[in-house]
């Protein structure tokens, strides 16, 4: 899958695609429900298949001091639109001077200009421009051939949608959230240096800051990671909150790995959830918590067999 950013310059052999269009925070059933329709398109007229999306996200643009809120960071965007078998990426940069773009402008200097497409894939709902006033009727009229999309529903006949899908995960409700996903929600990120505290208990973890993802439900949790490098998924009892006995700054994902020993510093690891096992707690002595951690633990191997 090639991954162009707008910034620069699109290699004319890559314009031209049948392109699905939106934030795709999530990636989920309704998306993929989407870019399913794109595929089916591009494969029927012989054309690359290819997703134009939006980077940063244009909430974190009109609200930049909101708490973190993505489902997918890039990088785990990126890896569910190869599973869906995308050809082809334009990453476009988001800003005040692209959302101060008439429609008729972003229709002008973004989609003619810089990627030229086949035909447009869109959501129902989808609009584009300052103010949101562009819609599919004006992509038709500039010449652009257009298919809108429905959105889905599930079987109580909600819409699925990114916002029930960060909904479950901060209810703590995983098997909610990878259902209206279709796929195993998961954290990434490179573990850093802490404050070595586990490793004086016993319990070494994997330190991996949330950054613009999402904070689930703050608990601990059955999880199982993998490491830059290997294939393999490893059991761990994972820790996500601020723990309350040293009140980080910030929400962390603390993962301890079952049976392991390795140095893992400045190494890529995902984090997916299984399920939670309970609340961060506050404890009033250091064996208190390490009775329980010993319990987590145990709990963590029966959930993951």
């Known amino acids: 899958?090639?991954?162009?950013?707008?910034?620069?310059?699109?290699?004319?052999?890559?314009?031209?695609?049948?392109?699905?269009?939106?934030?795709?925070?999530?990636?989920?059933?309704?998306?993929?429900?989407?870019?399913?329709?794109?595929?089916?398109?591009?494969?029927?007229?012989?054309?690359?298949?290819?997703?134009?999306?939006?980077?940063?996200?244009?909430?974190?643009?009109?609200?930049?001091?909101?708490?973190?809120?993505?489902?997918?960071?890039?990088?785990?965007?990126?890896?569910?639109?190869?599973?869906?078998?995308?050809?082809?990426?334009?990453?476009?940069?988001?800003?005040?001077?692209?959302?101060?773009?008439?429609?008729?402008?972003?229709?002008?200097?973004?989609?003619?200009?810089?990627?030229?497409?086949?035909?447009?894939?869109?959501?129902?709902?989808?609009?584009?421009?300052?103010?949101?006033?562009?819609?599919?009727?004006?992509?038709?009229?500039?010449?652009?051939?257009?298919?809108?999309?429905?959105?889905?529903?599930?079987?109580?006949?909600?819409?699925?949608?990114?916002?029930?899908?960060?909904?479950?995960?901060?209810?703590?409700?995983?098997d909610e959230a990878n259902a209206l996903l279709g796929w195993e929600w998961e954290l990434r990120g490179v573990v850093q240096h802490g404050d070595k505290r586990g490793r004086e208990i016993g319990y070494p973890t994997a330190n991996i800051p949330l950054g613009e993802t999402l904070h689930p439900s703050y608990g601990v949790y059955a999880t199982y990671v993998q490491i830059e490098g290997e294939s393999a998924w490893r059991k761990a009892a994972t820790n996500i909150g601020i723990r309350p006995m040293f009140e980080l700054p910030t929400g962390l994902v603390e993962a301890h790995i079952l049976d392991y020993e390795g140095d893992i510093y400045g190494k890529t690891v995902r984090v997916r959830i299984v399920k939670k096992i309970r609340d961060e707690m506050k404890f009033s002595s250091l064996d208190l918590l390490i009775a329980q951690i010993d319990g987590d633990c145990e709990e963590a191997r029966k959930i993951l067999g």
Request: proline share 6%.
């Open 1 to 174: 899958m090639k991954v162009f950013d707008l910034a620069q310059d699109i290699p004319t052999d890559s314009t031209g695609c049948v392109v699905a269009v939106g934030n795709f925070d999530a990636v989920h059933l309704g998306h993929q429900a989407l870019l399913a329709e794109a595929k089916a398109i591009a494969v029927s007229r012989g054309a690359p298949f290819a997703v134009l999306t939006f980077e940063p996200h244009p909430r974190r643009v009109f609200r930049p001091d909101a708490p973190p809120f993505r489902v997918t960071p890039l990088a785990v965007k990126l890896d569910r639109f190869a599973a869906c078998g995308v050809d082809c990426v334009y990453v476009c940069p988001f800003n005040w001077e692209l959302a101060a773009l008439s429609p008729e402008q972003f229709i002008q200097r973004i989609l003619k200009d810089l990627i030229s497409p086949a035909m447009l894939v869109i959501g129902q709902d989808f609009h584009f421009g300052h103010n949101r006033s562009g819609n599919a009727e004006l992509l038709q009229k500039s010449g652009i051939e257009v298919v809108s999309v429905s959105l889905l529903s599930d079987a109580q006949h909600a819409v699925v949608s990114a916002t029930r899908v960060r909904g479950a995960l901060q209810a703590g409700h995983i």
